[in-house]
């Protein structure tokens, strides 16, 4: 019997108009483009500022574009899943939202959380489901609204973040030597003080003392946090390659996480993969958490050829890491 591969067969994706700019921003907290372009390389970042709009709403977009152009039928999807850290709610999950507004009558759904490599998580997961036999064509989305748990107030974080979203069609093939061929996955629990939001969950339930002191935003240590992602993803990145017989000869493209622009270049340096073989959108979406690899990949796709070689890296609260090697399957 033929081995299952698990393939991706198409790429949707979605982000709100509405473009804060550095010079806006620059009103509202004591910053500057100079500044935050210097420091983390972006520019502008896209936010969802329609009331009572929230992540199922990017989600369900780009699931919509996705399902469009691949002609898939609804009833033919086995599962959805979506990578986020903004849910609509506490609960129902978030998938199960989109999956009612995109119409899925034989797929069940449920929400990964793995903060900024949730998508790299839960297209693993897609993929072992697939790989099982039991699940034939699963959606997976990386999607975000982190303008909700932003402080505009915070001239360290704030220029940081934006919304969006993006999904990825995963299907059975038997076709060999394309698919999503190898994961790396860690995670070291000693990252919660330096990255966090304080309240909101059991620990520290809402109140009107956590409201008033602001305590419902994103809490980061950047310093800290940098120096962990840089090491973390080059070295994941390093290992997935010598595991693979990858080098910078026959690596396509490198897909990091965008969470700083001097992350991604010590990431392609440490491969000596050329920038110009590196998806980067920062400058124009900032940090959309889950969201950042497949709005890459979404950007790109019309660049990937049939079995290019592919390293997707991310780093995230929780100090979750990991590196995956995808061989484009189209």
């Known amino acids: ?4 591969n698990a393939i991706i067969t198409g790429v949707g994706g979605y982000v709100p108009d509405y473009i804060l700019t550095n010079e806006e921003l620059s009103r509202m907290v004591d910053t500057n483009d100079e500044w935050i372009m210097t420091r983390v390389g972006i520019k502008e970042r896209r936010i969802l500022t329609e009331e009572g709009l929230g992540t199922s709403y990017m989600a369900r977009k780009a699931a919509k574009e996705l399902m469009r152009k691949t002609g898939a039928d609804p009833d033919s999807i086995d599962a959805l899943i979506v990578a986020t850290s903004t849910a609509d709610y506490k609960y129902p999950s978030t998938a199960s939202i989109v999956l009612g507004k995109l119409g899925l009558k034989n797929a069940f759904a449920f929400d990964l959380w793995a903060a900024c490599c949730g998508f790299l ?18 959606i997976v989305i990386g999607a975000d609204k982190m303008s909700s748990v932003t402080d505009y107030k915070d001239r360290q974080t704030c220029p940081l973040f934006g919304d969006g979203a993006a999904a990825v069609l995963v299907e059975a093939s038997e076709e060999e030597g394309v698919g999503i061929m190898d994961s790396f996955f860690r995670c070291d629990g000693k990252g919660l003080p330096f990255l966090h939001m304080k309240a909101g969950g ?54 990091p996480h965008q969470a ?19 998806m980067v959108n920062i400058e124009r979406y900032g940090n959309t958490s889950a969201a950042t690899i497949p709005l890459a990949l979404w950007e790109y796709e019309d660049r990937l050829k049939k079995g290019d070689n592919l390293i997707l890296t991310a780093f995230g609260a929780g100090f979750v890491h990991g590196a995956s090697y995808l061989k484009w399957a189209y």
């Open 1 to 4: 019997m033929s081995r299952i």
């Open 260 to 278: 700083n622009m001097r992350i991604i270049e010590a990431v392609a340096k440490r491969l000596e993969v050329p920038m110009n073989q590196v």
């Open 121 to 138: 998580y839960a297209l693993d997961q897609a993929a072992m489901m697939i790989q099982s036999g039991r699940k034939k064509k699963i």
């Open 202 to 255: 059991s620990v520290c339930p809402p109140s009107h003392f956590t409201v008033d002191h602001r305590l419902h935003y994103t809490y980061q240590e950047g310093r800290t946090v940098f120096r962990y992602a840089v090491t973390n993803m080059s070295d994941d990145c390093a290992l997935i390659a010598e595991r693979n017989q990858l080098t910078k000869d026959n690596i396509n493209w490198i897909v």
